[in-house]
C-alpha cells in the first residue's frame, strides 16, 4: 500500500516534538475534507475530517485547521511518535457526490 | 466491525489479459468507491456504486468498469490490460449521506501487469 511517488515531500521530526503538515486544496467548492495515513503494505487510513462550516477540529493528538480563504488545510500532531511515520494525504469531497480528490501526499519521518 | 476486505492481495497479468477485483464493504455500508493508486498519479477515484448503481465515475477509460451487489459487495474489471494499469487498487466504503462521507479503505489489491 505504499504511495511512494518520486517526489513526495517528507517532513523529518524528532519524536516527541510536534508535526504539521500542510495541504492546498484545489476546488473553493469542496465542503468536507479527510486526512488518511497511510502506511507501507496498508490502505490509508482516516485520521479526522472537518466540514466546511468549521475552522479547526480536535481529536486524539491531532488537531485539524481549516483556513477556506487561502484553500488550505493542515494537520498537526501533537507529541510525534515513531508509529506516526508514515504518508499522509488530505481528500476533499465537493457537492453530493461521494468522491473524493487526493493530495499528493507528505511523507512522514519520525527519528529517535 | 470487520473492516473492509479485498481480494486477491496480489495479482499479476499480462498485457490484454482482463482482470477482476472484489471488494466487501463494512457491514452496513451502502457506498463502495473505487481508486487507483500509482507514484506517479498518486490516488485517482475510478467510480463509486450505491444500491447497484454507478453513481459517480471518474476520468479512466472504458475497460474499467465496476457492478455491486444487493449485498452491497463490489467488483471491479480491466479489460484489455496496459502496462501503465500496474497499480495498487483500493476500495473504500461509507454509510450513504448527501455531502460528504468518511470513506474507510481497505487494503488494496497489487495489480502487476506484465
Known amino acids: 500500500g505504499e504511495s511512494v511517488g518520486l517526489h513526495l515531500p517528507t517532513l523529518s521530526v524528532q519524536e516527541g516534538d510536534n508535526s504539521i503538515i500542510n495541504c492546498a486544496y484545489s476546488n473553493s467548492a469542496s465542503d468536507y475534507f479527510i486526512w488518511y495515513k497511510q502506511e507501507s503494505g496498508k490502505g490509508p487510513q482516516f485520521i479526522i475530517d472537518?466540514?466546511?462550516?468549521?475552522d479547526k477540529r480536535q481529536g486524539q493528538r491531532v488537531t485539524v485547521l481549516l483556513n477556506k480563504t487561502v484553500k488550505h488545510l493542515s494537520l498537526q500532531i501533537a507529541a510525534t511518535q515513531p508509529g506516526d511515520s508514515a504518508v499522509y494525504f488530505c481528500?476533499?469531497?465537493?457537492?453530493?457526490?461521494?468522491?473524493?480528490?487526493f493530495g499528493t501526499g507528505t511523507r512522514l519521518q519520525v527519528t529517535l | 466491525k470487520a473492516g473492509v476486505t479485498q481480494t486477491p492481495r496480489y495479482l499479476i497479468k499480462t498485457r490484454g489479459q482482463q482482470v477482476t477485483l472484489s471488494c466487501s464493504p463494512i457491514?452496513?455500508?451502502?457506498?463502495v468507491s473505487w481508486y487507483q493508486q500509482t507514484p506517479g498519479q498518486g490516488l485517482q477515484f475510478l467510480f463509486e456504486y450505491f444500491s447497484e448503481t454507478q453513481r459517480n465515475k471518474g476520468n479512466f477509460p472504458g475497460r474499467f468498469s465496476g457492478r455491486q451487489f444487493s449485498n452491497s459487495r463490489s467488483e471491479m474489471n480491466v479489460s484489455t490490460l496496459e502496462l501503465g494499469d500496474s497499480a495498487l487498487y483500493l476500495c473504500?466504503?461509507?454509510?450513504?449521506?448527501?455531502?460528504?462521507?468518511?470513506?474507510?479503505f481497505g487494503p488494496g489489491t497489487r495489480l502487476l501487469v506484465l
Open positions: 457491514s452496513g455500508h451502502r457506498s
Open positions: 472537518i466540514r466546511s462550516n468549521m
Open positions: 473504500a466504503s461509507s454509510l450513504y449521506r448527501v455531502g460528504g462521507e468518511t470513506q474507510y
Open positions: 481528500a476533499e469531497n465537493t457537492g453530493t457526490a461521494s468522491k473524493l480528490t
